[in-house]
């Protein structure tokens, strides 16, 4: 039941974009097709479940114990900084598939601020190791809902006659915002 | 010195970092639910913008070409944890309602944007001036789309109400929905202003 | 070598500095917060306190409003409730000494805005006042006809919630802060 709770709320209630604003720079930036989107969305699945899970462990087992918390920003940026490095290393020998697919993603994850978001929240959060990379890896989904969602509206709406000023970006917020009104309607089904 | 004020004020209008650029999205959208909020936030990442644009261009010949954004990344962390424990301290309500967004100024596009862009390239002194111009812009975008969202959706500005007590307000502007499509309507109403400026030259 | 030697130059140097602002911000931190509990309380008091006293059991964590001459003037204690329309509502809710709310306030919700929300509002907190344990039904009126609280319009969950989270406030100070020895 608890697990549940955290995976309808992660997704749907308090969607990462829609409800806590995480994440929006590759939202609007990287949502121009579809497949691309994916893509993203994938990268970002990968480095948000084991960024949070390192970082967890890392200020549970250092940042506590020594007494550091106000490191906590400085730390847990290393930490996704550095994996994406070491993703991106390893994706490159093991999967050059892969790698031509999510590579040109990755860098631009280090400033994802949905990462270095999920993984404060997983820790402020009283959750256990288990729970905060549940959440994490949820939160990850909720991102890919999101932004397939909106890729796939926005590869419609080129073809839509659009007025002039609000051509591109302008008219994606305005389809964001109807969508995120959408997901408001979520709110009340976790209590 | 025409130079420097170009520097300036590019960061206002033609390159302004969140209405041009569209970096550093995620505050702007969050926090701008009052003009305080949306204020505190400007003028929080302003410093560590100014910060960071400052150490870095003073260091840029100091640091490997191979490590060059993590060592970016740990110095606009240490201001931004700086800030926060500044805004703990004497501003605790200000860190009631920007909570999280404060250490994720870390993560704001636009300052390792700016770090990777221009600090590590130029001296300290227009580092400085383009922190200001951008950080101005920043907060600048940040207190119009505020503004906006708090007439609108609490009808107060700065929580001085306007129409009386109690009022009857578009509630939805202060609420996600009204983040985005008011950035939405801004961006395009300055396309429009600026297409009549070009039809007019 | 010397990406690594510079890169831990710089991770050492934020360290230090860092720890030097945490020292120097520890003090104004630690007021700064009992500033903002103090006002919280301040707030669900019809009277202006004098001095604050924390007193803590198992259950619960009081806090006692004295006034200049270290007469006790009224209780305050913190409860929450799960039963909120969208998460927990947590409430701060004042006692007089003769068990009966003053007022509360409350300190996090996620109730739906402009609906739900409205339950920090003063006309829906006034009918909270003067309210004590004896003869009184806490009830919503929609569940119970004797029950004193006029419910929300389109927030009745939310409205059902602060009254059962300021009813058991009441019941804390009322069975659970007579046990303290220490008053």
Redesign the interface.
């Given at each position: 039941m608890e697990i549940l709770l955290i995976v309808v709320s992660a997704v749907f209630?308090n969607n990462v974009v829609f409800a806590r604003f995480l994440g929006i720079c590759p939202y609007i930036g990287v949502s121009k097709k579809l497949d691309t989107a994916i893509g993203m969305g994938f990268a970002v699945t990968f480095v948000m479940t084991l960024g949070s899970a390192i970082a967890y462990l890392l200020y549970k087992g250092i940042l506590v114990p020594y007494k550091?918390e106000?490191?906590q920003t400085?730390m847990f940026i290393?930490v996704i900084a550095s994996l994406v490095q070491v993703v991106e290393i390893v994706l490159k020998k093991v999967s050059k598939v892969l790698y031509a697919s999510l590579g040109i993603f990755l860098p631009l994850i280090t400033t994802n601020c949905a990462i270095l978001g999920v993984a404060i929240l997983a820790n402020q959060g009283d959750y256990n190791f288990f729970e905060s990379v549940l959440f994490s890896f949820f939160s990850a989904m909720g991102f890919i809902l999101a932004i397939v969602l909106f890729a796939g509206i926005r590869e419609k709406l080129e073809t839509a006659d659009v007025p002039t000023p609000f051509k591109n970006v302008p008219i994606s917020f305005v389809v964001a915002a109807i969508l995120s009104m959408a997901f408001m309607g979520f709110?009340?089904?976790?209590? | 010195m025409k130079d420097a004020l170009q520097v300036f004020t590019r960061g206002f209008v033609s390159e302004n970092p969140v209405l041009k650029m569209l970096l550093g999205l995620c505050p702007v959208l969050a926090v701008t639910t009052t003009a305080e909020n949306g204020l505190g936030m400007g003028l929080a990442t302003t410093f560590v913008l100014l910060g960071s644009n400052t150490v870095i261009s003073a260091s840029a010949k100091?640091?490997?070409k191979?490590?060059r954004i993590?060592?970016y990344i740990?110095?606009i962390?240490?201001f931004v944890?700086?800030v926060d424990?500044?805004i703990?301290?004497?501003s605790?309500?200000l860190n009631?309602s920007l909570g999280l967004f404060i250490p994720l100024i870390v993560v704001n596009c636009m300052i390792l944007g700016r770090a990777e862009a221009y600090a590590s390239k130029n001296g300290i002194g227009y580092s400085i001036i383009d922190a200001f111009g951008m950080g101005f812009g920043f907060t600048f975008a940040l207190l119009l789309l505020s503004a906006m969202r708090e007439v609108l959706g609490a009808g107060t500005i700065f929580n001085i109400p306007l129409v009386g007590e109690?009022p009857k307000t578009i509630?939805v502007m202060?609420?996600p929905p009204g983040a985005f499509a008011g950035l939405g309507f801004i961006i395009a109403g300055l396309n429009a202003l600026e297409k009549k400026q070009k039809s007019n030259a | 070598m010397?990406?690594?030697v510079?890169?831990t130059l710089?991770?050492v140097i934020?360290?230090l500095?860092?720890?030097y602002?945490?020292d120097v911000?520890k003090e104004?931190?630690a007021e700064?917060?009992a500033?903002?509990k103090r006002e919280a309380i301040q707030k669900i008091f019809p009277f202006t306190f004098d001095s604050l006293r924390t007193n803590k059991t198992e259950k619960a964590v009081f806090y006692e409003a004295y006034d200049a001459e270290l007469n006790i003037k009224g209780i305050a204690v913190e409860t929450s409730t799960?039963?909120?329309?969208?998460?927990n509502i947590e409430v701060l809710v004042g006692v007089s000494t003769a068990c009966e709310v003053y007022n509360y306030k409350v300190l996090a919700h996620?109730e739906?805005?402009?609906l739900g929300d409205k339950i920090d509002?003063d006309k829906f907190k006034a009918q909270f006042k003067g309210k004590g344990l004896e003869g009184v039904v806490w009830k919503v009126k929609k569940d119970d006809k004797d029950g004193f609280v006029d419910e929300l319009t389109a927030a009745t969950i939310s409205s059902r919630a602060v009254t059962e989270a300021v009813y058991q406030g009441l019941k804390l100070v009322s069975e659970e802060y007579p046990k303290l020895s220490d008053k």
């Open positions: 209630v550091i106000f490191m400085v290393l709110s009340g089904l976790v209590k | 100091l640091l490997p191979t490590v993590p060592a740990v110095v962390a240490t944890t700086i424990l500044l703990k301290a004497f605790p309500e009631q109690d509630l202060a609420l | 010397k990406p690594i510079v890169l710089v991770g934020s360290a500095l860092l720890s602002v945490y911000t104004p931190i700064a917060k500033k903002m799960d039963k909120g329309y969208s998460g996620a739906t805005p402009g509002k």
